[in-house]
């Protein structure tokens, strides 16, 4: 008999973990999304041979030493350049945009779109024909 997915701690973490970064716009690096299902997949073997395998004490002292290589002052100190190159970024093109967007505000060009019209169009096109692909820009509805 196999283990119900929900006691499998690395794939609950990820499956726990997924809306949240979805919801908040987070992406994961490609290496990241490998680590995870490497680790998911040692976790699903080793529980099917043994339901009570717990990797997480054998994936600890490796945890420990990318903790301490991201949290140590050469990891802060990458990530806080990578800040300060961001921010000079913003400071160097935000004025410009903002000229831009106010120029055009007031020759009453500026334009806002909503792309909740054009998702129901697309849905609405899916829903009533499931199984077709079609172009939504190329249908009035």
Do not use: C
């Not at 041979?49 to 990318?66: A, G, H, S, T, V």
């Amino acid at each position: 008999m196999e283990p119900p997915l929900v006691n499998w701690i690395v794939a609950k973490i990820l499956y726990e973990a997924f809306p949240l970064l979805n919801r908040y716009r987070i992406r994961l690096t490609s290496d990241f999304a490998l680590m995870g299902q490497a680790l998911a997949t040692a976790e699903g073997v080793g529980k099917g041979l043994d339901l009570e395998f717990n990797i997480l004490p054998l994936i600890r002292p490796y945890i420990k030493k990318l903790m301490l290589k991201r949290m140590g002052l050469k990891g802060r100190l990458k990530v806080l350049r990578g800040l300060l190159e961001d921010l000079g970024d913003l400071f160097t093109h935000l004025p410009g945009g903002l000229r831009q967007m106010l120029a055009k505000t007031k020759r009453g060009e500026l334009v806002v779109k909503n792309p909740a019209a054009e998702l129901r169009r697309i849905i609405t096109l899916k829903v009533a024909a499931p199984n077709a692909y079609y172009r939504a820009d190329t249908y009035d509805m």
